[in-house]
Structure formats: structure tokens, C-alpha cells
């Protein structure tokens, strides 16, 4: 083999693994290349996500409950994407009624396909200011997303949400 084959055979390798580094980068950063492949409206279309409350069977909310709800929308500071859902205070009043919760209360919002979880005080979910809210991502699952401290950036939220569990003290 010559030392020209040699050469022409190097560079190949190189411009190969320039170019895998580079498309791998623009999916993590969700460039134009990814947005290209991804192409998708945002909806909520997977399974009901169960709303745990005390011992009592769990209630579901569901696409067709989703419906029912008003979106709200806020942008994410991280890469100035604007991010709509559903509140997650009305999504737990939907099946617990307002009397029962008090600034002891604690909700906790978990996914166990991502290994994360976030735990809040009613007082912070039922903050407008927060704007805790239920995302639909354009996988039709769920994300936690909120302008809150502690859950403002993308690393804190919870994505692919499926539990919501009430717990009251």
C-alpha cells in the first residue's frame, strides 16, 4: 500500500468522525438538523398518567381530561423556546377537591423510564407565578417544566411523566 493510499485513507477516517461528532452535536442541541428529522406538533397522546391521592385508587388524567383544561405558556430560559401546558394545579384538582390540600401538602411528580422526580409544596403548584405545568412533548408524553427555582432549567425538569402522587400531612 502507498503511502498516498495511506494518506487518501486517513484523511476518509477524519472527515467520517468530524462529521459524525458534528451531527451528533446538532441532536443535542436540537439544530437544524434535528428539528428536520423531528418535525411535530407537541400533543399529548400517550397513556393516562395516574394521579395517586392517599390509598385511594389512583385517577387518571388523560388526553380527553387535557382538553378540559386551559394551556398556559411561558419561555424556558435556558434556550428561549416557549413551553405550553397544563397547569399542574388544575390537573390535581381535577381529581382531589381544594379543601382537602393545605401548605402542608406535597406533590410528587415522577418518571421512572428517566429516573427522576420532583417534589413540591402545594403552595408552589398552586402559584400561578411558578408556572408548574404539564408539557406535551412531541413524543405524546409529558414534561414537568416550571420558571420556579429548582425546576426552572431543562436539567431539573421531568420528562416522560407517569405518576402524580398527592401526599397530604
Known amino acids: ?23 451528533i452535536d446538532s441532536f443535542r442541541r436540537g439544530g437544524g438538523l434535528y428539528r428536520t428529522l423531528h418535525e411535530g406538533k407537541e400533543k399529548f397522546t400517550a397513556a393516562c398518567v395516574p394521579v395517586y391521592s392517599g390509598a385511594a385508587q389512583p385517577a387518571n388524567f388523560c388526553e380527553a381530561d387535557a382538553a378540559k383544561l386551559a394551556m398556559k405558556s411561558f419561555v424556558d430560559k435556558d434556550e428561549s423556546k416557549k413551553q405550553e401546558g397544563w ?40 402559584s400561578e407565578a411558578n408556572m408548574v405545568i404539564l408539557a406535551p412533548t412531541k413524543q405524546g408524553t409529558l414534561k414537568l417544566a416550571s420558571v420556579m427555582k429548582g425546576l426552572e432549567t431543562r436539567q431539573q425538569w421531568v420528562q416522560d411523566v407517569d405518576r402524580i402522587e398527592i401526599v397530604r400531612k
Open 87 to 126: 397547569l399542574l394545579r388544575d390537573v390535581v384538582l381535577l381529581s382531589v377537591k381544594k379543601e382537602s390540600l393545605n401548605p402542608g401538602t406535597r406533590v410528587l411528580v415522577s418518571s421512572s423510564s428517566r429516573g427522576k422526580k420532583a417534589e413540591l409544596s402545594w403552595n408552589d403548584v398552586s
Open 1 to 23: 500500500m502507498g503511502t498516498s493510499r495511506r494518506i487518501f485513507i486517513s484523511m476518509g477516517i477524519i472527515i467520517l468522525a468530524v462529521l459524525t461528532i458534528l451531527v
